[in-house]
């Protein structure tokens, strides 16, 4: 087991959409979602982790594959901790995300977002610890990747002063 104790914990890593971080270093990862999803993924015996945000569900591998689709950064998050040094069998996940906005759409891509994560956790056998996905509410996250406990905040609207750099009230 990793001794992360003397490695400062780097505050503020502001993950962007299509994004995925795994740190080399304990670090906080912070984000916010709406009908965006983030996996976070924690290797309960090295005590690592790492987290994805992407943007819509399904991309053909035939086409642009970018991190901004689920299928695409979930796996790729799996690859990154396997290379690491993680096994599958130390993993585990939190999903979150996907809210639904029936003024801004006509389609539940958040529903359909969640739905590709589960997916392809459960055909990689990663147990899903938890979840705080769906509804209509925005989501700010904060994800401490030295102990794997995540902050979620729900709010009715995200506000430019949600996006980092953050500017204004929050």
Not at 42 to 47: G, I
Not at 83 to 111: H, M, T
Request: net charge positive; with cysteine; glycine share 8%.
């Amino acid at each position: 087991m990793n001794d992360h104790s003397q490695k400062p914990v780097t505050l503020d890593y502001f993950l962007k959409p299509g994004y995925i971080y795994l740190p080399e270093k304990p670090t906080v990862i912070s984000t916010v979602l709406g009908s965006s999803v983030s996996v976070s993924l924690y290797d309960k015996m090295l005590a690592i982790g790492g987290m994805n945000r992407f943007v819509f569900p399904v991309v053909d591998t035939g086409k642009q594959t970018t991190s901004l689709y689920g299928n695409i950064a979930v796996l790729t998050l799996i690859r990154m901790m396997l290379k690491n040094g993680s096994a599958l069998s130390n993993l585990e996940a939190q999903i979150f995300g996907g809210a639904y906005n029936s003024v801004d759409s006509s389609r539940d891509i958040g529903r359909d977002n969640c739905k590709t994560a589960r997916h392809i956790l459960n055909q990689k056998q990663i147990k899903i610890v938890s979840e705080d996905v769906g509804g209509e509410m925005g989501r700010k996250i904060v994800f401490n990747t030295l102990n794997n406990e995540i902050l979620t905040l729900k709010v009715d609207r995200l506000r430019d002063s949600d996006w980092y750099p953050y500017k204004g009230v929050r």
